[in-house]
């Protein structure tokens, strides 16, 4: 994760977004995102749920949630089997929503 591509700004291409919104927020158990930042720059960040997937978008593009902080945020919620859940034992990854 430490140098996955992750250009400030742009979210339509960010693959530590991808695996924050599709893994963590929409199949994670719990879905939730805790961003740790500086006072200085605005201060921790939860993001919950689908809700949360359009608000850590919205802040990636406009700037308000740098890679240097999403980065140990998505790798400090462990392997992805962990983050996505036990899916009733099923090995198949349940399908990403579009939207």
């Known amino acids: 994760m430490k140098k996955a591509f992750c250009e400030p700004g742009n979210a339509a291409f960010c693959p530590p977004l ?3 919104c599709e893994l963590v ?4 158990a719990p879905p ?3 961003v740790k930042k500086n006072a200085e720059d605005g ?3 939860v993001y919950t749920g689908r809700g949360g997937v359009a ?6 593009a406009a700037g308000a949630l740098h890679p240097g902080d999403l980065k140990p ?4 919620r462990g392997r992805s ?5 036990d899916h009733g ?3 198949e990854w349940p399908l990403p929503h579009k939207g």
Not at 73 to 76: D, L, R
Not at 81 to 85: N, V
């Open 55 to 60: 608000e850590a978008r919205a802040d990636f």
């Open 32 to 34: 939730e995102l805790a």
């Open 43 to 45: 201060g921790d960040r």
């Open 25 to 28: 927020l929409r199949h994670g």
């Open 89 to 91: 034992g099923s090995r």
């Open 73 to 76: 945020a998505v790798s400090g």
């Open 18 to 20: 991808g695996i924050a």
């Open 81 to 85: 089997r962990e983050i996505a859940g």
